[in-house]
T-cell receptor, first 112, second 110 residues
Framework: DVKVTQSSRYLVKRTGEKVFLECVQD?????MFWYRQDPGLGLRLIYF???????EKGDIPEGYSVSREKKERFSLILESASTNQTSMYLC???????????FGPGTRLLVL | DAKTTQPTSMDCAEGRAANLPCNHS???????VYWYRQIHSQGPQYIIH???NNETNEMASLIITEDRKSSTLILPHATLRDTAVYYC???????????FGTGTRLTIIP
């Protein structure tokens, strides 16, 4: 079974802190994605990566950056966390042209 | 990718078939219909997808109208564990991105 894991289920940070959210997949997938999910807005794509060191902006990249140094790992970085980044963050992976994206369990981030 | 329209919420009695509609009137010829669901506090889970023919797998059936402007996801014998938000997504197969709407919150009633 494909497994996508995220480093934390719950995280509490203060405004202005640098935050790292880690995602690891074990199926050698090329593509990896970061979404955030907010009530009433559904899932929105922040960034995705289709290869090591490659990245593309999604629909809401402002305030975020990403890092993909190894194929299995895709990190989402909040350089200076703000309260409006309080959200559920979901990571996903897939093969190019793959039928399905596999999602991690999510990280619920609270920024105070 | 084409937009989709789904009802905000639905209820279904346990053991009955749950029929979840989706409107995608602007779908183009090379776009597939995908369904995912998200159980509370978990990441979304793939259910099924199709292009124009009806599809069935161990989880559900997908019925796509002949003009492809709408589809219905059918859970044949709903259980309490099927309570979730169900997302209908239209995707160009060459596009790796999925665009999620707000989905349908399905509640299975005991």
């Amino acid at each position: 079974d494909v497994k996508v894991t995220q480093s934390s289920r719950y995280l509490v940070k203060r405004t202005g802190e640098k935050v790292f959210l880690e995602c690891v997949q074990d199926m050698d997938h090329e593509n990896m994605f970061w979404y955030r999910q907010d009530p009433g807005l559904g899932l929105r794509l922040i960034y995705f990566s289709y290869d090591v060191k490659m990245k593309e902006k999604g629909d809401i990249p402002e305030g975020y950056s990403v890092s993909r140094e190894k194929k299995e790992r895709f990190s989402l970085i909040l350089e200076s966390a703000s309260t409006n980044q309080t959200s559920m963050y979901l990571c996903a992976s897939t093969q190019p042209g793959g039928e399905t994206q596999y999602f991690g369990p999510g990280t619920r981030l609270l920024v105070l | 990718d084409a937009k989709t329209t789904q009802p905000t919420s639905m209820d279904c009695a346990e053991g009955r078939a749950a029929n979840l509609p989706c409107n995608h009137s602007t779908i183009s010829g090379n776009e597939y219909v995908y369904w995912y669901r998200q159980i509370h506090s978990q990441g979304p889970q793939y259910i099924i997808h199709g292009l124009k023919n009806n599809e069935t797998n161990e989880m559900a059936s997908l019925i796509i109208t002949e003009d492809r402007k709408s589809s219905t996801l059918i859970l044949p014998h709903a259980t309490l564990r099927d309570t979730a938000v169900y997302y209908c997504i239209v995707r160009n197969f060459g596009n790796e991105k999925l665009t999620f709407g707000t989905g349908t919150r399905l509640t299975i009633i005991p």
